[in-house]
């Protein structure tokens, strides 16, 4: 979508729908850059009937997405409901260089396998918030591998080694002598490809990809394009309330998971944190997000507040039904009840030492985790609290519990 430099400074008429637009684009993000310019692909589109090319690109480096993934896929799908084209990019390519943002090492790249079994599992999951009938799938592996190693090199003569460590995160590995591989260098450039090969009119990301989508901007300038228009959205705090949510931090809620573990993730948020989670995750209007921050102001209880959330997410990705017996669920543990669909163990080899048993039936990772937790009092028997590391298990069916959330159901031979 290429303007005239009569359309270029033509007065922008602001219509309602553009306003709208815009509104909605703007709720819960950090940044539109350049504002003015996205104000005149919003207004030139609404006057042709051609929708913009939106862009979204995520690298395949686990194989499930977390709510902090959701935050830019809700923004993509308000727009798509907008009425624009959407285009969710897996970056198969990308993936094997390895995204440095953020980085103070350089990060292990992944094995074609690996990135293969990863995309897999990736669209269909982001399939439970965008729409899938109207959302355009890409591969970057399309345009990149096509490059070969001439294509390469004139897609980095494009580009200065000052520009590429102007970057943060270069810039400090440089200064504190830490290395930076060759091959990281070229990350920046080869994502700012995928707007040039896809023609996008608006990329989005997360406050850590700015630089990133900025090179995008630059480099469609360089293919005579218009460049792109820029929105970054927060990065979303994890369950730990410090670092951003990672599923390798296991601090993350997982789109897929089980509702009650969902819900009960949801619930673990400290109060403060609750209204983080609101901004960024509710669809609620924002008169009554305002409301609930105004009734716990007044005393109010914040648990009955981020019931609410929970439950909203929940019903999202699973069922309302679903979101009301998490809820029972989750108050029946509080009253130190026992789950109703804890997964039921086989285990032989009784009697079974305490340690064994817990890592047996995956209530724990290792021996040594299990007999941490038994010091520190997070296991339980049958309702009876274990504090005997020593402790031999003799044949039988009972129920295991390992801190608030973790429950199976073991029968011992």
């Not at 970057?140 to 080694?161: H, P, Q």
């Not at 809820?327 to 789950?339: E, Q, S, W």
């Not at 005997?388 to 159901?409: N, P, S």
Request: charged fraction near 25%.
């Amino acid at each position: 979508m290429n303007a005239s430099p009569d359309q270029a400074t033509a007065p922008i008429a602001v219509t309602d729908a553009v306003q709208h637009a815009l509104t909605v684009t703007k709720r819960g993000a950090e940044e539109v850059l350049i504002e003015s310019e996205f104000v005149q692909k919003l207004v030139r589109s609404e006057a042709s009937g051609q929708p913009l090319r939106i862009k979204l690109g995520l690298d395949p480096t686990a194989a499930d997405l977390h709510l902090g993934h959701t935050v830019v896929l809700n923004k993509m799908r308000q727009l798509q409901d907008l009425g624009h084209h959407v285009i969710f990019l897996i970056g198969d390519f990308t993936s094997m260089i390895g995204d440095p943002s953020g980085r103070n090492v350089t990060r292990p790249p992944l094995t074609r396998e690996q990135i293969e079994q990863n995309a897999m599992t990736y669209f269909a999951q982001a399939s439970m918030v965008l729409d899938p009938v109207r959302t355009e799938i890409r591969y970057n592996s399309e345009w990149c591998d096509a490059l070969g190693a001439r294509g390469m090199i004139g897609l980095a003569a494009k580009y200065t080694v000052a520009r590429i460590l102007e970057r943060e995160d270069f810039t400090k590995r440089f200064k504190a002598g830490t290395p930076i591989s060759v091959h990281e260098l070229l990350y920046p450039l080869m994502q700012g490809y995928d707007s040039v090969a896809l023609r996008s009119d608006l990329e989005l990301g997360g406050t850590d990809q700015k630089f990133n989508l900025l090179v995008g901007r630059e480099l469609q300038k360089d293919y005579g394009q218009e460049p792109q228009c820029i929105l970054t959205m927060p990065l979303l705090e994890g369950l730990d309330g410090v670092e951003k949510m990672s599923k390798s931090k296991g601090n993350y809620v997982g789109i897929t998971e089980p509702a009650n573990t969902m819900f009960g993730k949801l619930m673990s948020i400290s109060d403060d944190m609750m209204w983080r989670y609101y901004d960024l995750l509710s669809f609620r209007s924002l008169a009554d997000i305002a409301g609930f921050r105004q009734s716990v102001g007044e005393g109010r209880n914040p648990r009955d507040i981020k019931v609410l959330l929970a439950q909203e997410i929940v019903e999202r990705f699973h069922s309302r039904q679903a979101a009301e017996d998490a809820l029972a669920d989750f108050n029946n543990r509080a009253r130190g009840g026992i789950p109703d669909d804890i997964p039921e163990v086989a285990l032989s080899g009784a009697p079974l030492g305490i340690g064994q048993l817990l890592k047996q039936a995956n209530l724990c990772a290792s021996t040594s985790e299990a007999l941490r937790m038994v010091e520190q009092g997070g296991v339980r028997i049958d309702a009876v609290q274990i504090s005997d590391k020593a402790l031999k298990v003799d044949a039988g069916t009972f129920v295991v519990q390992v801190g608030k959330r973790k429950f199976a159901r073991v029968v011992l031979s």
